[in-house]
């Protein structure tokens, strides 16, 4: 539900999503012949190859949408970030737009794909992140912040930063 609710802001991007999402009919086919970038999150090989791929993106001026936390709560909670989305914007030099996505927990909860319901989806642009100059772990707390800023404090997880993708 995160992804077609980002469409809305009609912009060009590719997303990463695990393997699994890529061997859905149509949908995946899809992501697959539009260039989204697949992720095998427990091969270390494929991780590194995402990475790769996404600085060979963003070096091309695509934009590339990461979701730090790496998967949907099933309690709606927000979780650590981890880093590596922010180790490539660092190495390509290029800037952070963080995202909150309000209520699309609501819409599609997590373990419950095939369930959907009614309910309002609130989407949040914050301000550019510059990363010249910064590591990745201290762009990683300032997005972490702000998408955070965003969200009802009962949603807001523990702050924590987790070195893989």
Not at 52 to 72: A, D, N, Y
């Amino acid at each position: 539900m995160d992804i077609y609710s980002l469409f809305h802001l009609q912009r060009p991007f590719k997303f990463i999503s695990k393997t699994s999402n890529f061997l859905i009919p149509i949908v995946g086919w899809s992501m697959f012949l539009t260039g989204h970038i697949m992720l095998n999150r427990v091969d270390r090989r494929s991780q590194l190859k995402c990475l790769q791929t996404c600085i060979e993106m963003l070096s091309k001026g695509c934009s590339c949408l990461f979701f730090p936390e790496g998967t949907r709560s099933p309690d709606k909670i927000m979780g650590g970030f981890k880093k590596g989305a922010f180790s490539v914007a660092v190495k390509a030099g290029v800037p952070i737009v963080p995202v909150t996505l309000v209520g699309t927990g609501d819409v599609m909860p997590a373990g419950r794909e095939s369930q959907m319901y009614a309910a309002p989806v609130k989407i949040v642009v914050h301000p550019l992140i510059h990363t010249k100059g910064k590591d990745a772990d201290k762009v990683c707390e300032e997005a972490r912040k702000a998408v955070a800023s965003a969200l009802p404090p009962e949603l807001v997880g523990l702050d924590s930063v987790a070195d893989s993708i």
